[in-house]
């Protein structure tokens, strides 16, 4: 098959000649008229995360390994978008960064964050407590009452009544 299209040096003489060059009120146009300035990072960054659920203890699995996320704000049990770029990952939540960790290539390992349990209280905090598990509360005073003040309540005449119709 052979080509019509003449070949001129400098010229492609494959543009249809009505497609004009951008002229003078074209170019005075787009300066007269505003640009929006381009969008924050998340707007760009949302199309290439993956969505994650952060475990109760703060962590996020990715490729087999488990990243500690800070823990302010708290996100345990959240799903937040996870991106990879470069070795370091993003961490993204409600087109907030929460953190960038630098991605590990050995899976099964645990990578804790040095602010992932600044907010919690250690252990031993929790035993030196002076706050009581219960109060000791002092039995209540119980009235002691002959059997024939019962039997005048219920309208019994006599406790002889009573025998009376047992034995029967």
């Given amino acids: ?20 060059p951008p002229t003078n009120v074209e170019d005075e146009r787009r300066e007269q008229e505003p ?16 969505e994650r659920k952060v ?19 708290p996100m345990a049990g959240t799903i937040v978008q996870v991106r990879e770029r470069h070795g370091i990952l993003s961490v993204w939540s409600q087109g907030r960064l929460l953190a960038e960790l630098a991605k590990r290539a050995q899976s099964q390992v645990t990578v804790t964050h ?3 349990f600044r907010t919690v209280a250690p252990a031993a905090a929790l035993r030196e407590r002076t706050v009581p598990l219960g109060h000791q ?32």
């Fill in 1 to 20: 098959m052979t080509s019509t299209a003449r070949h001129t040096s400098g010229v492609n003489a494959s543009i249809p000649a009505c497609i004009a």
């Fill in 35 to 50: 640009l929006a300035p381009l969008p924050a990072a998340f707007a760009w960054e949302r199309f290439a995360t993956e």
């Fill in 55 to 73: 475990s109760f203890d703060g962590y996020l699995s990715y490729d087999g390994v488990l990243y500690g996320l800070p823990s302010s704000p």
């Fill in 114 to 116: 040095p602010d992932q």
């Fill in 137 to 168: 509360r002092p039995a209540p005073t119980v009235l002691t009452r002959a059997l024939a003040e019962y039997d005048q309540l219920c309208g019994l005449a006599a406790a002889g009544e009573v025998r009376a119709c047992n034995s029967h």
